[in-house]
């Protein structure tokens, strides 16, 4: 890979060398120009954030889910250096709908999360991210918290036979990290082509100075991929794409689970068709069809864990599925149907190995056997406008069922906690908001939604490990019931030219049937896991409620001189809650609680930038200061602590020295503050917090032709 893309930087060279002989007189040459289909306007009624690639390449990034933290009340949840799970208004993990070109699901394989999805694909591949808050945008699947789609470059057909490549060289101090990506693309009419591949080694990051040390967190990784991706266009506005990743990680440490990946191999193919304007009409019709695997093994060789038992899990995933949309264009009035279908298989068990006085012995336990989830849904939306007024509304009903070969049984006095394995759910999901156009530069808009999603392979199956943020082993119910969130925004915007942008979010969220967890009573079920204090089961509560709001402003592009403030907060209640008392690691009583905190919220944030134009903009200096308040409102039930405020100043210069080359480079953490966020998960074993990295310099060169 390092070879590949050296090549590709000397081509950049001698390419941009002038040619003896050559009338330069007579030439002018271009910058490329690229354009975006923004489709945010089907959903400008609700807080939405749109992310381009030339965002993504003007900023350091190493980890999609790092750089998702950016954008107002998206958090990301850090178990070690890469990888981060991203978390939207307090919602996480499947309460989320992350997914990749409009609409590739992949089943992760580690029952921590280790591999969330955005940890499939890289920034370098990355054409565009769409991010709805809330339970709005219906039609790439359940949506309960929100949605996120990571869309990657695909070939685009041209009139004439063309090849294009760009390549991205970076490194990091502290971190000792390097990073590579390179890539081809081109055709003509008919057919179009793209490959390319990156791959990042990162070593451990220190810790921002704190009492006189910087402490050193096991963070090392290394991850590579690969993509190939071939177009043919029946017309100009009809193409055919056949695709192909494969994203893999090696030895990835994550200091605050018990163990750490081994090695993760993803594979996912991808057959796309769509057609634009194929009559007054239809307007478009898009059909997906998709397949995605998941190879994914942890142990804990090098933890001194091992040196009692050596622990290996293996897990297998897969999840294909397809979707057909068609939409329809009346005068002022868009109608788009289509249904989709999802297919989730999961296995995988983990062996424990001990060697005793010369003897060895092994023990296997499952933590899904031959899981399998269906989901099949129908939806529609609807948009026009009238007078001063715009309207949407979609609605989507999802069929859920769901099985497995587990052959265990927890029962006691006459109560089954683990037995009827098979369960199957009808979901009613819709959403309509109205926007009032109050003048030219000022919108107001009201929705609501209501999204419900069935519980997912882990609250329904998992069996015995400590995958909460407590110490505790978790237990799957296999009859638990799906969850709704009712949630209403009230968003207004506005855009004067000598201004500049600005937006306000509020929001309210009542969820029923909220899947929390309880504890089992040791007659019931042990635990399996060491150090933990029991077993808890996945089980639904009556409701929760959240409240928060997103503020944001960009200044007007026309002047050298610019910046930006986001800032946002999420504030969530649970009314009622059971917090077991422990005393000498074992749990003791309980007592109830009232409207305690939701656990792992985070605290209100905000941020500022400035920047200054030079050289007709080529060279761009940025300062940011992020300052996150205190976290104070804490989950009892859940043990969690108060953390403390910070504010962080980061400097980046972007410098376009060459016609075809690009140079980003800066400080983060300039003031090499120790510091880490309230998501963060603590270092397993230890109340040590995992902080985050300390002063980091960097710098990486982008070219493209």
């Keep these: 890979m390092k070879t590949f893309i050296a090549s590709l930087f000397l081509l950049f060279i001698f390419m941009s060398l002038p040619v003896k002989g050559q009338d330069v007189e007579k030439t002018i040459l271009l910058d490329s120009i690229i354009i975006e289909d923004q489709l945010l306007d089907e959903v400008s009624y609700v807080a939405s954030s749109y992310v381009t690639r030339k965002d993504l390449q003007n900023q350091q990034i190493r980890d999609v889910g790092e750089y998702l933290r950016s954008i107002p009340n998206v958090s990301g949840i850090r178990r070690g250096g890469a990888n981060l799970d991203p978390v939207v208004r307090g919602y996480k993990y499947s309460q989320l709908n992350v997914l990749l070109n409009n609409g590739v699901k992949i089943e992760n394989g580690c029952p921590n999360r280790m591999d969330p999805v955005t940890a499939r694909i890289e920034t370098e591949d990355i054409g565009n991210i769409e991010i709805i808050k809330g339970p709005f945008l219906l ?38 990290g390097e990073k590579y990506h390179g890539s081809l693309y081109g055709g003509g009419r008919k057919f179009q082509f793209m490959v390319a591949g990156g791959y990042r080694n990162y070593g451990n990051y220190n810790s ?64 796309d068709y769509e057609g ?24 804990n060789s090098r933890r001194p864990s091992a040196e009692n038992m050596l622990m290996v899990a293996d897990v297998n995933s897969s999840n294909t599925g397809g979707r057909f949309v068609t939409t329809f264009q009346f005068a002022k009035h868009r109608f788009l149907t289509g249904l989709d279908y999802e297919h989730i298989m999961k296995d995988g068990a983990r062996t424990g190995t001990m060697e005793m006085m010369g003897t060895i012995s092994t023990k296997v336990s499952n933590l899904w056997l031959d899981a399998l989830i269906r989901n099949t849904g ?15 509304a979609s609605i989507r009903g999802d069929f859920n069922n769901a099985t497995s070969s587990d052959t265990l049984e927890v029962s006691y006095e006459g109560i089954d906690y683990f037995k009827d394995v098979d369960s199957e759910f009808f979901n009613l999901s819709f959403s309509v908001g109205i926007t009032k156009k109050i003048s030219s530069n000022l919108d107001i808009s009201l929705a609501f939604g209501r999204g ?28 638990l019931q799906p969850e709704t969130n009712n949630e209403i925004d009230l968003t207004f915007q506005s855009n004067f030219r000598n201004f500049g942008s600005m937006y306000f979010n509020f929001f309210y969220s009542y969820v029923q049937e909220y899947i929390y967890a309880n504890l089992l009573p040791p007659t019931v079920i042990m635990p399996q896991s060491q150090g933990v204090l029991g077993v808890k089961q996945f089980v639904n509560v009556d409701h929760i409620t959240s ?89 009892q039930a859940f043990y969690e602590e108060e953390t403390p405020g910070f504010a962080l100043l980061d400097f980046s210069i972007r410098w376009k020295f060459a016609k075809f080359m690009e140079l980003n480079t800066g400080i983060s953490n300039i003031f090499d503050r120790a510091y880490y966020e309230h998501l963060n998960r603590r270092i397993i074993g230890s109340k040590e917090n995992l902080y985050e990295p300390g002063r980091v310099f960097f710098a990486s060169i982008y070219a493209h032709f």
Excluded at 279 to 299: G, T
């Design 378 to 392: 129908i939806f529609a939306e609807y948009h026009t406008y009238f007078s001063s007024y715009e309207l949407n």
């Design 208 to 271: 921002g100075y704190r009492e006189g040390m910087e402490t050193e967190v096991k963070s090392s990784f290394t991850k590579y991929n690969y993509l190939a991706k071939l177009g043919y266009s029946f017309k100009p506005n009809q193409q055919l794409l056949i695709s192909y990743d494969g994203i893999h990680g090696r030895d990835v440490l994550y200091p605050s689970l018990p163990m750490d990946e081994k090695s993760d191999d993803t594979h996912i193919f991808g057959l």
């Design 452 to 479: 419900t999603r069935s519980p997912n392979m882990l609250e329904r199956y998992i069996k015995l490990l400590p995958v909460g943020y407590d110490r505790y082993d978790y237990l799957g119910n296999p009859q």
């Design 139 to 176: 039609k790439y699947g359940p949506s309960f918290g929100g949605v996120i789609n990571l869309k990657s470059e695909v070939p685009r057909p041209s009139d004439q036979f063309e090849i294009h490549g760009n390549a991205q060289v970076g490194f990091e101090s502290n971190w000792n």
């Design 276 to 299: 634009k304007d194929l009559s007054p009409v239809l307007k478009s019709i898009e059909a997906k069809l998709y397949h995605s695997d998941v190879h994914h093994v942890m142990d």
């Design 547 to 635: 409240t928060g709001f997103e503020f944001g402003y960009n200044s007007p592009q026309q002047y050298k001189l610019g910046g930006s403030m986001i800032a946002a907060f999420t504030y969530g209640v649970i009314p009622e809650v059971t917090k077991y008392i422990i005393s000498d690691g074992e749990v003791v009583d309980a007592v109830q609680i009232t409207n305690d905190a939701l656990p792992e919220i985070p605290p209100f944030e905000t941020t500022l930038s400035m920047f200054y134009k030079f050289l007709n903009s080529n060279l761009i200096p940025t300062l940011k200061l992020r300052m996150v308040a205190p976290q104070r409102h804490i989950s």
